[in-house]
Every structure is written in structure tokens, then in C-alpha cells.
């Protein structure tokens, strides 16, 4: 493949780049701190600064988003930026709280390690210091990884400890704002002069229902307002900014599986899914080809079984991703009941009978077959699975008793 040299600015100096793409042989040849295009053997493309690597995986941040993976899924890689140089100039310029700046006045103050809050044009909101700024980009220090932001893509800058609620939200100012709620983002179905959408809604509540066809969320402790899946950008449970950041440091971790089970590995970003690195049993306790499943249960027991093996009962989101993978699917192996691909009979076959009962990721009997033991919203108890359930199907699990059709299988994370 022929390089094509082009030239980029960077601060106040002009790098001249080589755009290679070519099948990635080795991560010596990937550089931390620089940024990259990455195509993935997935179909899916990423671009942002390689953070940190080891000999098999890396991981990358594309605009304050960690995305980890090994090297055999990159297919090829485009470098599209050097590491940026650490900027000298330290400057203490003191700004009032929640100052809202236009960006040719930021660049012209240059308030560098200022804690800003930049709002884009499409709705999405980054938090970090002030690490440079010219004319063309902004460069801002999140966590220690540099995120360069476009001059053309900004819609709005604010200085000091400004809350999320910048973004145009329908939340009322009399919640009590250390109360921790659940966050939807939805697409604005409005649009500004020019026919563009206007910035992403905030909405800010407590979720009271989140199946087919979409979200409702309770506003303000009365209102209650739903969402089709559609319409939702994204969603955070019972967390605080801090938290979603803890998510992504989570994510970004490496996690390796033992024998016996599979990773499930949903990128943070994907739209209506959440953070999730987490490893699944593949086969209903005891994990094992050909056994049946251990039933009788009950939930405390559950438990405690799976934390003598290092591992614990998996939380009922985490069980509804590794069942529907990331096309969402209604059962494992698609959107279409076929009632001969797993067992819906009440009586309990051998695990891994069924050699159609697999979900994308490769977990066996998730639907049909035992009904199985999960956490929902902390520590209740909850069954999902059985015959005839769909993968987003959670029954009451009826105080955690031992029942003949309940047993379950161990999930293990950072």
C-alpha cells in the first residue's frame, strides 16, 4: 500500500505525518501517547491516543472513552498524530465558578491547568484541565489523557466546577443535588436555525421501567415520562459523574478469563448499552459440558458457591448483554423464537445439548433449559432465563428459595 503524506497542526507546531494503513504485524510498532485510526477485524472503527499497551492489547482513548482490546483484532491502523509535546507554559489565572467564555477569548487568556467544561455541537459534554489552545484545536487534560477538541465542533465552554446540567436538561431545580439519580440521554427533536439538532437532552429521574419498547424514567418525584430505544443516547444507573468515570477506568482494565469462561466485551459508547467487561460461565453451574444443571439452589447458596470459586452470581444486566450481544437480540440466536433451538420443556436436559441455544458471544443455554439465579438492583433476588423467556425477561425470584426449575451460573470482573 502507497503512503499518503499529509500535514497536520498540533499547538504551534507543524508535524508532517505519514497516513499509513497496513495489517499490524506487531505493538512495537504502535506508539503510546500517539493517535490513531484502528480498524478492527469486529467491522468497527476507532480513532483517539494509544494510553497504554502491553506485548498482546492496548488501550485507546477516543475522546474520554477507554477502549480495550488485543492485537489480533486490529486489522490495520492509520497513524494520524504523533504524541503531543507537554506544554511548558504554566499559568495560575483564576476565573470565577461556571464563567461561560467565548473560544477566542479562552486562547487569547490561555488559563493553562484551568478546569474546563466544553459542550459540542452534537450534544456530547467532556470535563478536564486546559492543557493547550490555538486557533484550530483545544487540547484537554482528562485524567492525565490529552483529548484534542476541534475549534469547529465547539458550541459552548464553561470555567470552574460547572455541573452536568449544562446541557439542556428537563429536570426542575428543586431535586436535591446530592441525591443520586439515574441519567437518560435522549436525541432533541428539535432543531436550530440552520436544520441541525439541537444539543442532547439531559433527563434526570428515577427509572421505573427499562424493557421493550424503551425507557421510563420518573422527573421531579410526579412526572413520568418514557422513551423508545430509538430516542435514547444513553443510559446511567443510580450513579454520579464520578461514577461513570469509575466505569470507565474499570472498563479500560485488562481482564483475562479463566478456563470456562467467556468474555463479555461491550464497548463504552455503544448506544442504549452500558459499560461492560465482565466474565460469564459458559455452561448453567457446574459449568460443564454434558452435566445437568445443579437446580434446587437457593440464592444465598448460589452465592456463596460462586464466591468459593473467586467468582460471584451475575447482576441481571450483565446477564441480559451476554445473552442478546450487541445486536440486541431477543433470544441468543436471534429476534425470532425457534422453539426447537433450546429446551422449553419443563423437563432439564444435559448443558450444551442444544448446539443452536448459543448467544454471539458463545454462552450456552441462556434461554430455555433452568431458570437462573441474579442480582437485580443490588442484592435481590431474580431469575431470568427458562423456558420460553426472552433474554430481557427478569421474574421475581419469590424470597431466594430453592426451587427444581432455578439454578444459575457465576460471573467474575475487575
Given at each position: 500500500m502507497i503512503p499518503q503524506k499529509f500535514f497536520r497542526v498540533f499547538t504551534v507546531i507543524?508535524?508532517?505525518?505519514?497516513?499509513?494503513?497496513?495489517?499490524?504485524?506487531?505493538?512495537?510498532?504502535?506508539?503510546?501517547?500517539?493517535?490513531y485510526r484502528m480498524n478492527l477485524t469486529t467491522g468497527d472503527m476507532l480513532e483517539?491516543?494509544?494510553?497504554?499497551?502491553?506485548?498482546?492489547?492496548?488501550i485507546l482513548d477516543c475522546k474520554g472513552n477507554a477502549?480495550?482490546?488485543?492485537?489480533?483484532?486490529?486489522?490495520?491502523?492509520?497513524?494520524?498524530?504523533?504524541?503531543?509535546?507537554?506544554?511548558?507554559?504554566?499559568?495560575?489565572?483564576?476565573?470565577?465558578?461556571?464563567?461561560?467564555?467565548?473560544?477566542e477569548t479562552l486562547a487569547q487568556r490561555n488559563p493553562t491547568g484551568v478546569t474546563l467544561e466544553i459542550t459540542l455541537k452534537t450534544g456530547i459534554l467532556f470535563r478536564g484541565k486546559l492543557s493547550s489552545i490555538d486557533n484550530d484545536n483545544i487540547k484537554l487534560d482528562i485524567d492525565g489523557s490529552l483529548i484534542p477538541i476541534s475549534h469547529s465542533v465547539v458550541d459552548k465552554i464553561a470555567i470552574g466546577n460547572v455541573s452536568a446540567k449544562s446541557l439542556t436538561s428537563d429536570t426542575s431545580a428543586s431535586?436535591?443535588?446530592?441525591?443520586i439519580l439515574d441519567t437518560v440521554v435522549v436525541k432533541n427533536s428539535e432543531f436550530d436555525e440552520e436544520g441541525k439538532p439541537k444539543p442532547n437532552v439531559l433527563v434526570i429521574g428515577k427509572i421505573l421501567r427499562d424493557d421493550k419498547p424503551g425507557i421510563t424514567i420518573l422527573t421531579n418525584g410526579t412526572q413520568a415520562t418514557s422513551y423508545t430505544f430509538d430516542q435514547v443516547v444513553r443510559v446511567f444507573r443510580h450513579t454520579s459523574e464520578d461514577g461513570e468515570e469509575d466505569?470507565?477506568?474499570?472498563?479500560?482494565?485488562?481482564?483475562?478469563?479463566?478456563?470456562?469462561?467467556?468474555?463479555?466485551?461491550?464497548?463504552?459508547?455503544?448506544?442504549?448499552?452500558?459499560?461492560?467487561?465482565?466474565?460469564?460461565?459458559?455452561?448453567?453451574?457446574?459449568?460443564?459440558?454434558?452435566?445437568?444443571?445443579?437446580?434446587?439452589?437457593?440464592?444465598?447458596?448460589?452465592?456463596?458457591?460462586?464466591?468459593?470459586?473467586g467468582k460471584r452470581l451475575c447482576s441481571s444486566d450483565e446477564w441480559r448483554w451476554a445473552c442478546s450481544g450487541l445486536e440486541g437480540y431477543i433470544?441468543?440466536?436471534?429476534?425470532?423464537?425457534?422453539?426447537?433451538?433450546?429446551?422449553?420443556?419443563?423437563?432439564?436436559?444435559?448443558?450444551?445439548?442444544?448446539?443452536?441455544?448459543?448467544?454471539?458471544f458463545g454462552v450456552v443455554d441462556m434461554v430455555g433449559n433452568v431458570f437462573e439465579w441474579v442480582r437485580e438492583k443490588g442484592e435481590n433476588a431474580s431469575a431470568m432465563g427458562g423456558p420460553l423467556s426472552k433474554c430481557q425477561t427478569v421474574s421475581p425470584g419469590s424470597g431466594g428459595d430453592a426451587k427444581p426449575s432455578i439454578?444459575?451460573?457465576?460471573?467474575?470482573?475487575?
Amino acid at each position: 500500500m502507497i503512503p499518503q503524506k499529509f500535514f497536520r497542526v498540533f499547538t504551534v507546531i507543524l508535524f508532517i505525518c505519514i497516513n499509513v494503513a497496513y495489517p499490524i504485524h506487531s505493538l512495537d510498532e504502535i506508539t503510546v501517547g500517539a493517535t490513531y485510526r484502528m480498524n478492527l477485524t469486529t467491522g468497527d472503527m476507532l480513532e483517539g491516543m494509544v494510553d497504554s499497551k502491553t506485548d498482546t492489547s492496548i488501550i485507546l482513548d477516543c475522546k474520554g472513552n477507554a477502549y480495550t482490546f488485543n492485537a489480533g483484532l486490529i486489522s490495520d491502523f492509520t497513524l494520524l498524530a504523533p504524541p503531543p509535546l507537554k506544554n511548558q507554559q504554566k499559568q495560575s489565572t483564576a476565573f470565577s465558578e461556571s464563567e461561560v467564555v467565548t473560544y477566542e477569548t479562552l486562547a487569547q487568556r490561555n488559563p493553562t491547568g484551568v478546569t474546563l467544561e466544553i459542550t459540542l455541537k452534537t450534544g456530547i459534554l467532556f470535563r478536564g484541565k486546559l492543557s493547550s489552545i490555538d486557533n484550530d484545536n483545544i487540547k484537554l487534560d482528562i485524567d492525565g489523557s490529552l483529548i484534542p477538541i476541534s475549534h469547529s465542533v465547539v458550541d459552548k465552554i464553561a470555567i470552574g466546577n460547572v455541573s452536568a446540567k449544562s446541557l439542556t436538561s428537563d429536570t426542575s431545580a428543586s431535586q436535591t443535588p446530592t441525591e443520586i439519580l439515574d441519567t437518560v440521554v435522549v436525541k432533541n427533536s428539535e432543531f436550530d436555525e440552520e436544520g441541525k439538532p439541537k444539543p442532547n437532552v439531559l433527563v434526570i429521574g428515577k427509572i421505573l421501567r427499562d424493557d421493550k419498547p424503551g425507557i421510563t424514567i420518573l422527573t421531579n418525584g410526579t412526572q413520568a415520562t418514557s422513551y423508545t430505544f430509538d430516542q435514547v443516547v444513553r443510559v446511567f444507573r443510580h450513579t454520579s459523574e464520578d461514577g461513570e468515570e469509575d466505569q470507565i477506568k474499570r472498563y479500560a482494565k485488562s481482564l483475562f478469563c479463566p478456563q470456562g469462561m467467556i468474555l463479555i466485551d461491550l464497548p463504552p459508547g455503544k448506544a442504549n448499552r452500558p459499560y461492560f467487561k465482565v466474565c460469564i460461565d459458559k455452561y448453567e453451574f457446574p459449568n460443564k459440558e454434558g452435566a445437568l444443571p445443579q437446580v434446587n439452589v437457593s440464592f444465598s447458596d448460589a452465592k456463596t458457591l460462586c464466591e468459593n470459586q473467586g467468582k460471584r452470581l451475575c447482576s441481571s444486566d450483565e446477564w441480559r448483554w451476554a445473552c442478546s450481544g450487541l445486536e440486541g437480540y431477543i433470544y441468543p440466536y436471534g429476534r425470532i423464537l425457534e422453539k426447537e433451538n433450546c429446551n422449553t420443556s419443563s423437563s432439564i436436559e444435559t448443558s450444551g445439548s442444544r448446539n443452536k441455544c448459543v448467544s454471539k458471544f458463545g454462552v450456552v443455554d441462556m434461554v430455555g433449559n433452568v431458570f437462573e439465579w441474579v442480582r437485580e438492583k443490588g442484592e435481590n433476588a431474580s431469575a431470568m432465563g427458562g423456558p420460553l423467556s426472552k433474554c430481557q425477561t427478569v421474574s421475581p425470584g419469590s424470597g431466594g428459595d430453592a426451587k427444581p426449575s432455578i439454578g444459575f451460573r457465576c460471573c467474575k470482573s475487575n
